[in-house]
């Protein structure tokens, strides 16, 4: 699905990322972890082209999005819920839906998407009409999957999806991530709660400094004394 070969991302003048190489097979949930700064949401954004690829491929279906325009990732099933939300706050949580409609396919299919996303986040449904504004930032969170998840996404790019919230809310996020993966969506997970992130995996990588430090299956980093000693604090 998501090959990464040898991936270096810069900040202006400033690497972020050295030889990145990573891999997400279909279907399948992988977890990014690491200590802040490492370059966890740069990954990410270098996937979704809202960053130049200095060197290497990120390969989606045969596809190298490193040369593929940002506004034009979409079109290779590709979606993002970004860190902090991004929602639109003036508009109805239904139009805000709608907005993650827009690549050509999901158009057509939008009903269906609309019914699919409502099913995960029932509260979605009952807030319609709702501004963004107004919801708390667990229904933020939801809105901003629900609307990635209206593009029916084939990878599903997740930044920090628990970010700022409850426990309880976080508990409804992982188990709609869950739910998504197992419609058949490989997701890359992002994510600081090194515990959740691992649970919630296949496998994962740990980055550091903008390196990919080991890549194990998830039950394996989580015994990992490097992993431990450095995010679980154990």
Request: one cysteine or more; hydrophobic letters at 50%.
């Amino acid at each position: 699905m998501l090959e990464i070969r040898v991936l270096d991302v810069f900040h202006g003048h400033a690497q972020a990322l050295w030889s990145v190489d990573l891999q997400v097979g279909d279907a399948e949930v992988v977890s990014v972890i690491g200590p802040n700064g490492a370059g966890k949401s740069t990954l990410v954004n270098a996937i979704a082209g809202l960053l130049p690829t200095v060197r290497g491929q990120i390969i989606v279906d045969g596809v190298d999005l490193a040369t593929v325009p940002a506004h034009r990732v979409c079109e290779q099933a590709v979606a993002v819920v970004p860190e902090g939300r991004r929602v639109f706050a003036n508009m109805s949580v239904r139009d805000n839906l709608l907005l993650g409609a827009h690549r050509r396919g999901a158009r057509r299919a939008h009903k269906v998407a609309m019914a699919r996303v409502h099913t995960l986040f029932p509260r979605l449904a009952e807030r319609a009409g709702q501004l963004a504004v107004n919801l708390s930032g667990g229904e933020q969170q939801m809105l901003a999957i629900g609307r990635a998840l209206m593009a029916q996404p084939r990878l599903l790019l997740l930044d920090e999806p628990s970010l700022g919230l409850a426990p309880v809310v976080i508990d409804e996020v992982f188990a709609a991530i869950r739910a998504i993966n197992a419609d058949g969506v490989s997701v890359l997970l992002v994510e600081q709660d090194v515990e959740r992130a691992l649970a919630a995996a296949e496998r994962g990588y740990l980055l550091a400094e903008g390196r990919i430090v080991t890549g194990a299956p998830a039950v394996e980093l989580r015994r990992d004394p490097q992993v431990r000693s450095s995010l679980l604090g154990q």
